[in-house]
């Protein structure tokens, strides 16, 4: 019986912290298409993962890293119109864009990759004050879908436990 309650709790915790919404993209969305007016952009996915969901991974997780400083997670995948069309999309654009989402972060890409056929930006949002880092944020452009992603939070730890494992093995392989 306790099973049931706990499982029962959770679903609905679980069930109130997330979206199917585009939502919290749409000031991105917006301003994609405010600059580039010969492009359209429907949605063909959304979803957005608030906090609680975070915190009750970091109660399960077994590693160092918390989670739960993670606030949100949000995606939404976009159709490009007209489809097959030379679209040109370029860092200022996408950098403007994250700047209409949250004008109190500095954006800057730190990631960008141009394939025949795929591009991917990467961009990190600090905030200059704190000097902390509050935003990741991606976009994917490949055969007429944009997938937007943006993570946000308390990042600073979640980047030193990334960074862990190489600060570990530095000079590992020094010749000599």
Not at 60 to 85: C, F, K, M
Not at 128 to 143: I, P, R, T
Request: hydrophobic share 45%; charged share 25%.
């Amino acid at each position: 019986m306790h099973k049931v309650i706990v499982l029962t709790v959770l679903s609905l915790l679980l069930a109130n912290c997330r979206s199917f919404s585009d939502r919290a993209m749409r000031p991105v969305r917006n301003s994609i298409t405010s600059q580039m007016p010969e492009i359209r952009l429907e949605k063909e996915m959304a979803v957005a993962v608030g906090g609680s969901v975070f915190n009750f991974l970091d109660v399960i997780n077994s590693d160092d890293v918390e989670l739960s400083t993670v606030d949100h997670l949000q995606a939404a995948v976009y159709q490009v119109y007209p489809r097959g069309g030379e679209v040109n999309f370029s860092d200022e654009m996408f950098q403007e864009s994250l700047l209409a989402k949250d004008p109190t972060l500095t954006w800057e890409r730190i990631v960008k990759v141009r394939e025949e056929d795929e591009q991917v930006w990467v961009f990190v949002g600090m905030n200059e004050k704190d000097f902390a880092l509050e935003a990741v944020s991606m976009f994917v452009f490949e055969h007429d879908e944009l997938v937007m992603t943006k993570m946000d939070g308390d990042l600073n730890q979640m980047l030193e436990y990334a960074f862990g494992p190489a600060r570990e093995h530095r000079g590992a392989n020094n010749a000599g």
